[in-house]
């Protein structure tokens, strides 16, 4: 039984041959498809036809491992044996919540965050070339400087 579609969500069909369907336009889509359609901010489910079981978290993970085997590194090894270590820990609901507002948060003052770099930056360019100070030690003051910024905006 596949469940209805909820206001602006697009139900996406898994059959067992792999293939995705898209009921909304009414047209087979592949992972890059749907890759697009998240970063374009479009709200999507996936479920299996023959179960109605939810693939949407597989799905998802799916697609950062595509990203991730085409040279984008964004989560370090580290991160993903600490996260991988918190599979089935007493404190998983916690760290799942933690990292859920912590990205909500980053998104927010992701504007902010980059006027600071920027700022920075230029600090550090006007800086070095006015005064003929080590950079090394100018570029140390203007990241903790910016570090400062960024925890005041968290």
């Known amino acids: 039984m596949m469940p209805k579609q909820v206001t602006n969500q697009l139900i996406i069909r898994k059959y067992a041959n792999r293939r995705l369907y898209n009921t909304n336009s009414s047209r087979y889509v592949t992972i890059d498809n749907l890759t697009v359609m998240v970063q374009d901010g479009v709200d999507f489910r996936v479920f299996d036809v023959k179960s109605g079981k939810d693939l949407t978290r597989f799905t998802l ?3 950062i491992l595509e990203m991730e085997s085409k040279g984008h590194k964004l989560l370090p090894i ?3 044996q ?8 007493r404190m998983e609901p916690i760290l799942s919540r933690y990292l859920e507002r912590t990205m909500d948060a980053f998104l927010t003052h992701k504007g902010q ?3 600071a770099l920027g700022a920075s930056l230029d600090s550090i360019r006007s800086g070095a070339d006015a005064n003929n100070e080590d950079h090394l030690a100018l570029i140390r003051r203007e990241f903790n400087q ?4 960024i925890d005041r905006l968290g």
């Open 146 to 149: 910016l570090k400062a910024k």
């Open 61 to 63: 993970v799916q697609i």
């Open 78 to 80: 580290s991160v993903l």
């Open 82 to 89: 600490q996260l991988i270590r918190f599979y089935g820990d």
């Open 113 to 115: 965050a980059e006027e």
